[in-house]
């Protein structure tokens, strides 16, 4: 059984970073495509970014390209979502995802983690 552990959320100010690990017990994560989605108040669960079982692919949103980059350390079990030029609409729980299939939607993803918080706030 996977299960999934997203840590390093918290408040920053506009323009600021923050880096977001996913990492695992159980089961190893080098089969698994891991997504980041987010989730804010009264919205609907979105698709952040992805990346494949392989590191030969990734994905992201309109929304955070060119500012939020994906990575994954398989010796470690662990993936990082570098998130740069934070901005307020960025505030929402961010919660790491895995499948076993490389994809964009989130009926894909069986095993999830159980969120970080992330404000962007001034």
């Known amino acids: 059984q996977l299960q999934l552990v997203e840590s390093g959320g918290g408040l920053v100010q506009p323009g600021g970073s923050l880096r977001l690990s996913c990492t695992r017990s159980g089961s190893t994560l080098d089969y698994y495509a891991i997504s980041w989605f987010r989730q804010a108040p009264g919205k609907e669960r979105e698709g952040v970014s992805c990346i494949s079982a392989s590191n030969s692919s990734t994905y992201y949103a309109d929304s955070v390209k060119g500012r939020f980059t994906i990575s994954r350390d398989n010796a470690k079990n662990t993936v990082y979502l570098q998130m740069n030029s934070l901005k307020p609409e960025d505030t929402a729980v961010y919660y790491c995802?895995?499948?076993?299939?490389?994809?964009?939607?989130?009926?894909?993803?069986?095993?999830w983690g159980q969120g970080t918080q992330v404000t962007v706030s001034s």
């Open positions: 995802a895995a499948a076993r299939v490389y994809s964009t939607s989130l009926g894909e993803y069986n095993y």
